[in-house]
């Protein structure tokens, strides 16, 4: 994992150094050539915190969006919940790659950028997922990226954010990733109203976790 970390800071910092400061998921994806050992927030397996909000909720299915899907462990989750999901990330390795693993009827897999979200999109889906992206993202990218989240919600739909939480803001991070304050979380849900916000520490790990979820009223 120490590889893997200092493998992707490398590719991060290489893409900074050139003025592409998102290039570096589409390199890492390459770099891994279909092993997934090297895509440290792949586990094989939805996240939990978003398993813990499904099975504790009464959420019928609809239309899901994934954003940053990855290898798409959190979308394959949500089809087979019986949601019908559009899974997107910048990275057109990530997006064939996941396609690959889970060709599964009713996701469709696209490349996109939250900086640039499909037009079409706008207020189209019931649930919306974020995990781990803006958090991998510098904060004059993270910030604008941000605020496209919200507007992509349906009326009565939800968005979920996860990642790592920030305990103590005035310590400068090195990233990516980059811990989240809270002042910062809260400002996502922009005008939809917050519904949860749950810190957690997972067994064995210092880092603190974090579901954030609003609801469109």
Known sequence: MDEVRRRLRSFSDAAATEGKFLDWFERLYEHADSNPVWIPWSKGEPHPMLV?????????????????????EDAMYLAELGWKVTAFDIAPTAVQWASNRYPHEDINWVVGDLLQPNKEWEK??????????????????????????????????????????SIDDSVQQEGPPWPLS???????????????????????????????VWKNE
């Open 182 to 212: 809270e002042k910062f979380i809260s400002s996502i849900g922009n005008d939809l109203k917050s519904i949860d916000f749950t810190p957690v520490q997972f067994e064995g790990e210092e880092t603190i976790r974090y579901r954030a």
């Open 124 to 165: 189209a889906f019931d649930f919306v997922l974020e995990v781990h992206i803006l958090q991998a993202i510098p904060e004059e990218f993270r910030i604008p990226a941000s605020r496209n989240l919200s507007p992509l919600v349906s009326p009565s739909g939800q968005l979920v954010c996860i990642g790592r939480l």
């Open 52 to 72: 813990d909000w499904m099975e504790n909720t009464n959420r019928s299915p609809g239309t899901a969006l994934v954003v940053g899907c990855g290898l798409g």
